[in-house]
């Protein structure tokens, strides 16, 4: 009878763990989120190494590979090249423009 309860209570629990890390439409998965996190951290790495973006001044949020640019750019040029250097990182499904110009 032990077993059987504990066996029952094991597959709760394991059941309970992998529904808390599964996604919804609104709500990544915990391996979306450390995806996204991977690529987030690609682009700002992108934006850094280029000398025509100011990585300080353009925020980078990625959502389930979509990701979403805002923030302050100089001119059009650093904007377009902001765009161009997120979109050709690897993982990378979209990219949302929401930067303006100073």
Same mark, same amino acid.
């Given at each position: 009878?032990? !077993? @059987? #309860? ?10 309970? /763990?992998?529904? /808390? ?5 609104? !709500? ?5 989120? #450390?995806?996204?996190?991977? @690529?987030?951290? !690609? *682009? ?13 001044? #353009?925020? *980078? ?11 302050? /750019? ?7 090249? /902001? *765009? ?14 929401? @930067?303006?110009?100073?």
């Amino acid at each position: 009878m032990h !077993r @059987i #309860i504990a066996r029952t209570t094991l597959l709760a629990a394991v059941l309970t /763990a992998l529904t /808390a890390c599964s996604g919804t439409p609104t !709500r990544e998965s915990t391996g979306e989120y #450390i995806d996204d996190s991977v @690529i987030t951290t !690609r *682009v700002k790495t992108a934006f850094v190494q280029d000398k025509a973006v100011d990585a300080l001044d #353009i925020k *980078v949020v990625t959502f389930k590979g979509a990701v979403q640019l805002s923030g302050f /750019a100089n001119d059009k040029q650093e904007m377009e090249r /902001a *765009v161009q250097l997120a979109r050709n990182v690897k993982g990378v499904t979209s990219v949302k423009n929401d @930067i303006r110009l100073k």
